[in-house]
């Protein structure tokens, strides 16, 4: 492996809730409908299996095409059949003209039942694209990921090495998997390790994940706030549940897009405009999941 570059770098200051949308889909543009979060994630894999939209975004950059005045972050998280689409010089061309206040470095194929030698293989390179994502010129989130302890372990070090104090750990597979609690601790305890080693502070986003853990000083970044509405579901004290469910159907809300109705009601709204009662029920389930992640920060 290459000798490792070395970048001065500041910490992106996560939100402890910071919502993911679908940038082809205008119903997840909640700040449309009134409601205002100063950060969102745009996942760049959207954008990649949809040429036509692409070509419009990459024209105008992100801020300009969604209308957004937040900070807007780029998510490099996608599917294991895109991330080889594009070669890495590609990806440096989309992402400048993209202009996204941060960026994460490139994802790649980790699997916990690899042999040893591929997980490691993937590994090195993991560390290898963070050292190639240091020539951009924009705030950069390094990413947690690796097979085992062992590995996390050594992208971390690695990764801090370069100057990387934000990080983030797609998990939204680990979590549905029931692998998460073999992986998060360590990666926690190695980030508390080097921070005392270097004096340094950092900040860990756990990506794809809608249910507050319960470890401290986390991030949160997910997309099931508007993806539960479609399912029709209803997020409560950052509990799902059928919308019609009796044990909260009749109660009411008093969120900003709720206004004092209860899930009945919003049955009632989707029944006559379900667009509507769509977009009623994605902004409740917004509103709820950000307060039940921002409480007691």
């Known amino acids: ?20 949308i679908d940038i082809g889909d205008k119903k997840s543009w909640f700040w449309r409908h009134g409601v205002e979060l100063p950060e969102i994630f745009v996942p760049l894999w959207q954008l990649l299996v949809n040429e036509t939209l692409l070509a419009e975004v990459s024209s105008k950059g ?10 807007i972050f780029l998510s490099m998280v996608m599917p294991d059949e895109l991330i080889d689409r594009l070669r890495l010089e590609n990806y440096f061309r989309l992402i400048n003209e993209l202009r996204p206040d941060a960026t994460m470095t490139l994802d790649n194929y980790t699997y916990v039942d690899d042999p040893l030698f591929l997980s490691w293989s993937q590994t090195v390179k993991l560390v290898s694209l963070a050292n190639d994502f240091l020539k951009l010129d924009v705030p950069l989130i390094g ?5 085992n302890p062992l590995q996390i372990d050594w992208a971390i070090r690695k990764q801090v090495e370069m100057g990387y104090v934000s990080f983030a750990m797609p998990a939204r597979e680990l979590f549905e998997d029931n ?24 900040e860990l986003l756990i990506y794809g994940v809608g249910r507050r853990l319960k470890y401290r000083g986390l991030s949160y970044s997910n ?45 009632d709204l989707m029944l006559s405009d379900k667009e509507l009662g769509l977009k009623t029920l994605a902004l ?14």
């Open 1 to 20: 492996m290459a000798s490792l570059s070395k970048k001065a770098m500041t910490k992106i200051g996560f939100k402890r809730f910071i919502p993911q």
């Open 62 to 71: 992100l801020h300009d095409f969604l209308g957004f005045n937040g900070r």
């Open 284 to 297: 409740h389930n917004l509103l709820d999941v950000n307060e039940a992640l921002t409480r007691g920060r």
């Open 143 to 147: 990413l947690v990921k690796g097979a």
């Open 179 to 202: 692998l998460l609690e073999d992986l998060l601790p360590g990666a926690i305890m190695s980030l508390q390790w080097v921070s005392k080693k270097t004096k340094t502070s950092f």
């Open 223 to 267: 997309l099931s706030w508007f993806l539960e509405a479609k399912q029709g579901h209803y997020v409560k004290g950052g509990k799902l549940y059928s919308f019609k469910d009796p044990e909260i159907r009749f109660e009411e809300c008093t969120c900003e897009a709720c206004g004092g109705m209860m899930p009945q009601e919003l049955i």
